[in-house]
């Protein structure tokens, strides 16, 4: 349960993404200018493990905070398959990348590709 307003704040690209999902409409995953897959859920946790490169590579100690868990079907080794993705059925087994709460704001960014087409950028060097 969101508590305060600077985790509110936050969280708001979430509910903007999930709103998007909840309509039916496709949210492609894509990072550092890469097709990473389609989206197919995104979710708060209250304590989870985030994605290694939000971790400090200096520190053995990981520790466990709230996180939003994107997880998308990743699109073939062979990323030349996939000339439109809006028309590509996405087939591999889900993954899930987990991202602090606290850079979600400055690690995600929802765009409208086409009607009803959306990507979210994710911005994997962002450390809080």
């Known amino acids: 349960m ?3 307003d600077s985790t509110d704040l936050e969280l708001f690209a979430l509910r903007l993404i999930r709103t998007r999902l909840e309509r039916e409409e496709r949210v492609f995953v894509f990072s550092a200018g890469n097709l990473r897959g389609k989206l197919v859920s995104i979710e708060h946790l209250d304590s989870a493990l985030p994605a290694a490169t939000y971790q400090d590579c200096r520190s053995t100690d990981q520790q466990m905070e709230p996180c939003v868990q994107l997880t998308y079907a990743p699109r073939p080794k062979d990323p030349g ?8 059925k996405f087939t591999r087994k889900p993954v ?3 991202i602090p ?3 979600v704001s400055g690690s995600l960014l929802l765009k409208k590709l086409y009607e ?6 994710v911005q994997t ?3 809080g």
């Open 2 to 4: 969101i508590k305060d």
């Open 81 to 88: 398959k996939v000339t439109d993705p809006t028309k590509f």
């Open 96 to 98: 899930l990348f987990n």
């Open 101 to 103: 709460v606290r850079v």
């Open 116 to 121: 009803n087409v959306w990507m979210v950028n």
């Open 125 to 127: 060097s962002a450390r």
